[in-house]
């Protein structure tokens, strides 16, 4: 079973402020994916990375492919209350996201 | 609007009592797959469905059944639950096939097994 190690596991900063979290492991992924989840909701989609070293905007959050595609990292720029969540990381194998292998997750909260 | 509907919300019940846990996705994805999830243990999958009537067991299959019979309904089956099996539940549809694949997550299933 391939894993992928998330951290920090929790993380509280004041509005305003940026962050860098990580998805690593010691298995090659073919993609890597990060959600969102809110309280009470299923994850949501934010981006998928499919090459080594390959960078993604997504507004103010910035994904980034490790160069040997086993790891990941987000960055968030002035964080905002509403990226207060759970933040996961998936990784597939071989294009068969059937076998998606989920991080345990980033809590994020985001202080006004 | 695209979703997965996952039924009930909310359900409490009692060690041994058959329980049934619906999915159904209305964007004609061929892949579902049923997780749970736990503090301190994130997502793991229990089954998941390549298409109708193909079923396969995920990192956790023990104590759940599943069918998928028809291509937009996936249920989840617990025979005779136990306390152990209390947990958040998610359904999970995808549209496999190019470099853009994503799971649509439902809103999640809470149960508590007394």
């Known amino acids: 079973t391939q894993l992928l190690e998330q951290s920090p596991q929790f993380l509280s900063i004041q509005e305003g402020e940026n962050l860098t979290v990580y998805c690593n492991s010691s298995s090659v992924f073919s993609s890597l994916q990060w959600y969102r989840q809110e309280p009470g909701e299923g994850p949501v989609l934010l981006v998928t990375v499919v090459t080594g070293g390959e960078v993604k905007k997504l507004k103010r959050l910035t994904f980034q492919f490790g160069d040997a595609r086993k790891d990941s990292s987000l960055h968030i720029t002035a964080a905002q209350p509403g990226d207060t969540g759970l933040y996961l990381c998936?990784?597939?194998?071989?294009?068969?996201?059937?076998?998606?292998?989920f991080g345990k997750g980033i809590t994020l909260s985001v202080r006004p | 609007e695209a979703q997965v509907t996952q039924n009930p919300r909310y359900l409490i019940t009692v060690t041994g009592k058959k329980l049934t846990v619906t999915c159904s996705q209305n964007m004609n994805h061929e892949y579902m797959s049923w997780y749970r999830q736990d503090p301190g243990l994130g997502l793991r999958q229990i089954y998941y469905?390549?298409?109708?009537?193909?079923?396969d067991k995920g990192d956790v299959p023990e104590g759940y059944k599943v069918s998928r019979k028809e291509k937009r309904n996936f249920p989840l089956i617990l025979e005779s639950p136990s306390p152990n099996q209390t947990s958040l539940y998610f359904c999970a549809s995808m549209d496999r096939g190019g470099s853009n694949e994503k799971l649509f997550f439902g809103s999640g299933t809470q149960l508590s097994v007394l």
């Open positions: 469905s390549m298409n109708v009537e193909v079923t």
């Open positions: 998936a990784g597939g194998i071989g294009g068969a996201n059937s076998k998606l292998t």
